[in-house]
C-alpha cells in the first residue's frame, strides 16, 4: 500500500444550472481498500462517482488518481472499470462475448483474452455458463457477468454503482460477500455506491456519508457507529437507527439539545425504577432477539433488544434505563458536543 493517496477529490463541486448537485467533495482514498458512498436517493453519490469516472466534468475542484490531475481526463484515459446496477450486458452476446467484449475493442489477442476470460469466469464462479446468454442467467449470475467483465479490465480502480439493487435480499447477502473477497484477493481499490447502510457497514474500510449533496461523515464502519457527527448520521447508520430524545427529559442536561442512545444500551427495569416510562409500539421478532418499539413524547425511533422470542402487547408500559458514558450529546444544530 503507498503512503500517497491513489484517488483524490479536492474540493469539487458540480452543479446543474445552478441547481445543487454536489458540493465541497474532498476524500481521499487508499490503494487497495474499500470505499462505500451511502446516503439517502438523490444526495449525490452517483454524481461523485461519475466525477471520478470521467463521465462528468467538474465546475469546481480537482479529480487526482495516481497522482495524475485527471480533473478534464476522458473515462477511457483514466485506467478504470465500472460496474452498474443494470449490468449493461449485450443481450445477443454470449457470456464469454460478453466478458471479452472490452478486450476485443482493445483488440488484445486471442490467446491472451480467452486466458483472462477463464480466470474471470473461475473467480466469479461462472465456470460452464460461457455459452449462455444473458436471458438464460438468474440476476446474481447476470450481475457477476458484470463482475467478470470489470475484472478482466485488469484495471487497479473499480467504480460500482448500486450493483445488487436488482437482486433479491438472500443473493444481495452472498455477492456482497463475493464482491468484498473478490476484492481483496485482487488488491484492487473499489468505489462503491449504495443506499443501504448495511452494505456499506459490512463491506467497505472506509465509509462516506453524503445528505444533499455534501460529505457528513467520513470513517470506518465503527466510527460511523460509535461516533456520529450529527443526528442525520446517528438516524442513518445502524439497524435499529439511534434514538433521540429532547434533553428535558434526561437529569443533568442543558436544554435544547438532542440526546442519542443506541436499543444495545437500553435496560428494560422493574416499574417506577427506571430513567423513562414509555409504551410499547411493536413487537419485531428478528430471530435470535426481539425489537420492542417503544414511545414516549420528546423521542424518537427508541428501541429496546430482548432475547429470543419476547411477546409484548403494544400499549404496554415499560420503564427503562441507560447510562450516562452511553448517551451522545448534540447541539440544538444537530452536532455532536461530547466525545470526540
Ligand atoms: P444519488 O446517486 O445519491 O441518488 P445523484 O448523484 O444521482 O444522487 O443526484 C444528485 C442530485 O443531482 C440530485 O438532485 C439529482 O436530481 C441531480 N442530478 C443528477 N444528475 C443530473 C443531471 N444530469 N441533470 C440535472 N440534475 C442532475
Ligand atoms: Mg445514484
Not at 16 to 36: C, K, R, T
Request: aromatic share 4%.
Amino acid at each position: 500500500m503507498s503512503t500517497k493517496p491513489f484517488v483524490v477529490l479536492k474540493d469539487v463541486a458540480k452543479r446543474w444550472n445552478g441547481q445543487l448537485g454536489v458540493e465541497n467533495i474532498s476524500l481521499e482514498i487508499e490503494e487497495g481498500s474499500f470505499v462505500a458512498l451511502l446516503g439517502p436517493s438523490g444526495c449525490g453519490k452517483s454524481t461523485s462517482l461519475r466525477l471520478l469516472a470521467g463521465l462528468e466534468i467538474p465546475d469546481e475542484g480537482k479529480v487526482f488518481i495516481d497522482g495524475a490531475d485527471v480533473t478534464t481526463s476522458a473515462a477511457s484515459d483514466r485506467n478504470l472499470s465500472m460496474v452498474f446496477q443494470s449490468y449493461a450486458l449485450f443481450p445477443h452476446l454470449s457470456v464469454a462475448e460478453n466478458v471479452i467484449f472490452g478486450l476485443k475493442v482493445r483488440r488484445v489477442p486471442k490467446v491472451e483474452r480467452n486466458e483472462k476470460m477463464q480466470r474471470a469466469l473461475k473467480i466469479t464462479g461462472l465456470e460452464g455458463l460461457e455459452g449462455r446468454k444473458p436471458g438464460e442467467l438468474s440476476g446474481g449470475q447476470r450481475q457477476r457477468v458484470a463482475l467478470a467483465r470489470a475484472i478482466v479490465a485488469g484495471q487497479r480502480l473499480c467504480l460500482m454503482d448500486e450493483p445488487l439493487s436488482n437482486l433479491d435480499a438472500k443473493l444481495r447477502s452472498s455477492v456482497r460477500k463475493d464482491i468484498k473477497k473478490l476484492q481483496r484477493d485482487l488488491g484492487i481499490t473499489v468505489v462503491y455506491v449504495t443506499h443501504d447502510q448495511t452494505e456499506a457497514m459490512s463491506m467497505a474500510d472506509k465509509v462516506v456519508l453524503m445528505k444533499d449533496g455534501r460529505i457528513q461523515q467520513i470513517g470506518s464502519p465503527n466510527e460511523l457507529y460509535s461516533n456520529p457527527e450529527n443526528t442525520f448520521v446517528a438516524e442513518f447508520i445502524g439497524a435499529p437507527a439511534m434514538a433521540l430524545m429532547d434533553s428535558y427529559l434526561i437529569d443533568g442536561i442543558k436544554n435544547g439539545n438532542k440526546i442519542g442512545i443506541r436499543a444495545e444500551n437500553i435496560t428494560i427495569v422493574p416499574e417506577g425504577k427506571g430513567r423513562l416510562s414509555c409504551s410499547v409500539t411493536e413487537a419485531e421478532f428478528l430471530g435470535s432477539e426481539t425489537l420492542i418499539g417503544l414511545e414516549h413524547e420528546g423521542t424518537t425511533g427508541l428501541n429496546v433488544l430482548q432475547p429470543g422470542l419476547s411477546i409484548v402487547p403494544s400499549g404496554q408500559r415499560i420503564d427503562i434505563t441507560f447510562d450516562d458514558q452511553d448517551l451522545h450529546i448534540f447541539n440544538s444544530a444537530g452536532d455532536r458536543i461530547n466525545g470526540q
